[in-house]
């Protein structure tokens, strides 16, 4: 049985990551714990996002590795599968399109996770935590076909996690001008007319802004007197950034607008401001 967790902050690829995770015993939130000062985003072609570098470090560190089976084509997948031990769990990625409990099944096309808890028996139990299905039914050659990414969550020597929540937001001080340098240059680039550049950017700045949710959670539940002190995590600030996200997004698929892009390196610098007064005044 696989805890299915899911919450504002992950994707479908962290929520699958989290509860295979959780379900080994892992503290996930604690891999939460320095996020807001991450920088080194990782820029995924397959589910064509930026992805967190220090989370899966974290885990790591706390004795819980996400292995990449490397496995091309269904004849990869099959001789990976046979390799496994019952009991694994797998976190598969595999076209919506194919998936039978997903909304988007047989309509539209986009990369999907979920955790497989693995076994000899055929159909295999899938949990997705994304959509709230926990137990379905998949073929193991739907799997076999369909599975893009096939991973597999295992317990691994632990190294240690040092939190200290008082330096991670110390160090936001170091990471905010380095956003700065890398946003400023793709909206100087866009309103010179590289507009295919905006795509990118609203994702560069999605994950800037699920690293803060992660990193609210993590106070939310572990020092909520800290987040008592930070309101540039608080609801108005992450509504900005969305704005600043949506525009992004909108520029990417129209017209560039000097107005609107005026607008959001406005937005833009004066949240990241706000942002590098709260990490400096910190104490």
Known sequence: MVNLISFDGLNCYYDAVMS???????????????????????????????????????????????????????????????????????????????????????????????????????????????????????????????????????????????????????????SIPVHLEIMSKWLDRIQAGWQQGADPASLYVECMICNRKLFRRYLEQREPGVLSNMPVLDDNQFQQWIAVKNGLKKTSIGRVSFRLMNEIRQTLTGLMDQELRAAREYS
């Open 20 to 174: 295979a995770a959780g379900t080994l015993g892992a503290d996930y939130v604690a891999a939460f714990h320095n996020l807001w000062a991450e920088t080194r985003f990782r820029y995924d072609p397959f589910r064509r996002r930026f992805v967190s570098r220090f989370m899966m470090a974290n885990l790591d560190a706390m004795g819980y590795h996400l292995e990449k089976l490397d496995c091309k084509g269904p004849q990869g997948v099959e001789r990976r599968l046979s390799m496994l031990s019952g009991g694994e769990l797998l976190v598969v990625g595999m076209d919506a399109y194919y998936v039978p409990w997903n909304p988007f099944f047989g309509l539209i096309f986009g990369p999907h996770y979920f955790v497989v808890e693995y076994t000899r028996d055929d159909p295999l139990a899938a949990y997705d935590s994304t959509y709230g299905y926990s137990g379905e039914p998949i073929p193991r050659s739907l799997l076999i076909d369909r599975a893009c990414h096939l991973n597999v969550m295992r317990r691994c020597e632990r190294t240690g996690l040092n939190i200290d929540s008082s330096a991670a937001i110390k160090s936001v001080a170091g």
